[in-house]
């Protein structure tokens, strides 16, 4: 169904990251992302075959782009507000990730987990659109896409491969990586780019973390006219509150502080800063202090790809 090629362990390895495993470039010949070898042998035929439903809710992004934020968002405004429901289960079993499976080491059935959600389900992804469900397409289900721009979502991205995968190379490598497409899920640009062509499709709404950072009350009026949904004022604003940086960091149910300490005890990766969060610092323009002048030309080289000139995409970086 797909080319597949193992990816170069040049930039990211055994050795430097312990929660690496067996990369896959998988491509269609044009598009390309990567995966694993567990994702190309047990999930990329039955997510292409995984039945869709018209009343299904996809959050999609690029990994570090503001998922977690959206996801909380949408299912409240899609749960009729129910704070108690969402502070009792895990976002991650509520809106779970169907790939996660296929990337991380521990055994999960995140597809069946998705599968088996009472509807309407919430599905999270970072998969391009050539790997989504071919029913996507024809069922036309709601998805909401986030962007963020690549700076700042490297340099999250960064603290998550040390924190989370056990990643001990430098910066500068890393960066490289990224930029090279070669970290899960790469490359950023293209995942956000067919997206973006897709943006004024009825079922879909394009979002920009920077403006969920900017004003987040008028992007969560967006998604909740875009779910067909009807709240008052004051209700947005409780929402605005509950989804607020503050607010997310101390929220168990969001904040994914069981799964850092899990990595930490069975993975024994995590020890370079035991103050680790994963909401960490919640702002644009987060690069300014960890990227130096040489990559941050790398990066502005690489957000100034012709194709995003061709189709008038530009991210935000204010
Ligand atoms: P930083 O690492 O820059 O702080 P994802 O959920 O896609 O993995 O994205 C994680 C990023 O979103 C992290 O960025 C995290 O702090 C940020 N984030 C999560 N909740 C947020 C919120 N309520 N407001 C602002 N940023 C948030």
């Given at each position: 169904?797909?080319?597949?090629?193992?990816?170069?362990?040049?930039?990211?390895?055994?050795?430097?990251?312990?929660?690496?495993?067996?990369?896959?470039?998988?491509?269609?010949?044009?598009?390309?992302?990567?995966?694993?070898?567990?994702?190309?042998?047990?999930?990329?035929?039955?997510?292409?075959?995984?039945?869709?439903?018209?009343?299904?809710?996809?959050?999609?992004?690029?990994?570090?782009?503001?998922?977690?934020?959206?996801?909380?968002?949408?299912?409240?405004?899609?749960?009729?507000?129910?704070?108690?429901?969402a502070y009792n289960?895990?976002?991650?079993?509520?809106?779970?990730?169907?790939?996660?499976?296929?990337?991380?080491?521990?055994?999960?059935?995140?597809?069946?987990?998705?599968?088996?959600?009472?509807?309407?389900?919430?599905?999270?992804?970072?998969?391009?659109?050539?790997?989504?469900?071919?029913?996507?397409?024809?069922?036309?289900?709601?998805?909401?896409?986030?962007?963020?721009?690549?700076?700042?979502?490297?340099?999250?991205?960064?603290?998550?491969?040390?924190?989370?995968?056990?990643?001990?190379?430098?910066?500068?490598?890393?960066?490289?990586?990224?930029?090279a497409g070669k970290?899960?899920?790469?490359?950023?640009?293209?995942?956000?780019?067919?997206?973006?062509?897709?943006?004024?499709?009825?079922?879909?709404?394009?979002?920009?973390?920077?403006?969920?950072?900017?004003?987040?009350?008028?992007?969560?009026?967006?998604?909740?006219?875009?779910?067909?949904?009807?709240?008052?004022?004051?209700?947005?604003?409780?929402?605005?509150?509950?989804?607020?940086?503050?607010?997310?960091?101390?929220?168990?149910?969001?904040?994914?502080?069981?799964?850092?300490?899990?990595?930490?005890?069975?993975?024994?990766?995590?020890?370079?800063?035991?103050?680790?969060?994963?909401?960490?610092?919640?702002?644009?323009?987060?690069?300014?202090?960890?990227?130096?002048?040489e990559q941050k030309?790398?990066?502005?080289?690489?957000?100034?790809?012709?194709?995003?000139?061709?189709?008038?995409?530009?991210?935000?970086?204010?």
């Amino acid at each position: 169904m797909f080319h597949t090629e193992k990816v170069s362990e040049n930039y990211i390895n055994k050795d430097n990251c312990p929660g690496y495993y067996n990369y896959v470039e998988l491509s269609d010949g044009v598009n390309r992302c990567v995966l694993t070898d567990k994702y190309v042998d047990h999930y990329a035929e039955e997510i292409k075959n995984f039945e869709v439903f018209d009343d299904d809710i996809w959050v999609i992004t690029f990994p570090k782009c503001g998922t977690t934020w959206t996801q909380e968002i949408v299912w409240l405004l899609n749960n009729n507000l129910d704070y108690e429901g969402a502070y009792n289960t895990l976002l991650d079993v509520r809106f779970p990730f169907i790939e996660i499976g296929a990337i991380v080491k521990d055994p999960r059935d995140s597809i069946n987990h998705c599968k088996n959600l009472q509807r309407p389900r919430h599905i999270k992804t970072h998969l391009p659109k050539f790997l989504l469900p071919n029913q996507i397409w024809t069922v036309k289900p709601k998805i909401i896409y986030v962007a963020r721009n690549p700076k700042d979502a490297a340099v999250s991205y960064f603290h998550h491969y040390r924190h989370i995968i056990g990643y001990t190379g430098t910066k500068d490598e890393f960066f490289d990586a990224y930029l090279a497409g070669k970290l899960l899920h790469s490359p950023i640009n293209e995942n956000v780019l067919e997206f973006w062509k897709l943006r004024d499709e009825p079922n879909i709404l394009f979002l920009y973390y920077e403006d969920m950072k900017r004003n987040l009350k008028e992007e969560i009026l967006k998604m909740m006219n875009f779910l067909g949904k009807s709240y008052t004022d004051e209700q947005i604003d409780k929402l605005c509150d509950h989804t607020s940086f503050k607010s997310m960091k101390i929220n168990p149910s969001v904040n994914r502080e069981q799964r850092i300490k899990t990595v930490k005890t069975v993975h024994n990766y995590v020890s370079k800063d035991e103050n680790f969060t994963f909401m960490r610092e919640g702002k644009i323009g987060s690069h300014h202090k960890e990227m130096t002048e040489e990559q941050k030309a790398k990066f502005d080289k690489y957000m100034a790809w012709s194709e995003f000139a061709n189709v008038g995409f530009e991210y935000k970086t204010k």
